[in-house]
């Protein structure tokens, strides 16, 4: 296999069609075709890397408090809303794999002092799995850190700057860990920053895309690959 980058990836799976980042959402995806999914990854109090987008679990669960207070079997005794268990990296690595899929991990760590140690646990998780391929996997992250780490770990995994403000702090964190691209959040996109962005050698990604003609505006002007909520809708509305 030869790493492409893909025009299109599964946000947290398929968070519009099922509930976000569960076997079930990356599933989904893979049934439809989708090659690329994207997941965010966290530890649980034990140290187990879980897949779960938010530091805290009311959003997602019954349950108050922090998602680094639980163990990873507290953790998956919860129901997600509207349903759904809270799976481990493991878990859905189990799955991509049944399809052969490729995955883009967000690296987040719940607390800042964690970012190393959150990046280590996953390239561990990666490793036991046999996905620790260059051509299969693709980290991201807001933390700079985790992403320092993970090109120390694994240099020759690709990385991805993520940005979610204009304030241009990420100029030097993407030369710091060599970015492959830059992940910015599509609302933020300029012309000029656009091509800042091609001109300085980087691909460019961004977040969260769920209209065809958007995507197709932005696909024109320079992006390269959308984030996409129903990856198997936008497949069909971009061809």
């Known amino acids: 296999m030869t790493f492409i980058l893909p025009l299109i990836l599964g946000h947290r799976g398929a968070r519009a069609v099922k509930t976000e980042n569960t076997i079930e959402a990356f599933r989904y995806a893979c049934q439809f075709g989708v090659k690329w999914v994207e997941l965010d990854a966290m530890l649980s109090k034990d140290g187990v890397v879980m897949v779960f987008h938010d530091e805290t679990l009311e959003r997602m669960t019954e349950k108050n408090g922090r998602l680094d207070e639980l163990t990873a079997e507290q953790l998956q005794e919860l129901t997600l809303k509207p349903k759904g268990k809270i799976p481990t990296l493991a878990e859905v690595l189990d799955v991509l794999n049944e399809f052969d899929a490729c995955v883009n991990i967000e690296i987040k760590p719940s607390k800042a002092e964690l970012a190393r140690e959150t990046a280590r646990k996953i390239w561990q998780v990666v490793c036991d799995k046999g996905f620790n391929d260059p051509d299969r996997l693709f980290f991201s992250s807001f933390t ?33 860990v060599d970015a492959y691209s830059i992940n910015y959040d599509a609302d933020l996109l300029t012309p000029d920053l656009i091509a800042e962005i091609k001109n300085g050698g980087y691909h460019l990604m961004v977040y969260t895309v769920n209209d065809s003609e958007q995507a197709r505006r932005l696909r024109k002007a320079g992006v390269e690959s959308f984030f996409c909520d129903d990856p198997a809708a936008m497949m069909k509305g971009l061809t």
């Open 144 to 176: 700079w850190e985790a992403l320092e780490e993970t090109a120390i770990l694994a240099p020759q995994i690709r990385r991805g700057v993520l940005v979610e403000d204009i304030s241009g702090d990420w100029r030097p964190a993407a030369k710091k």
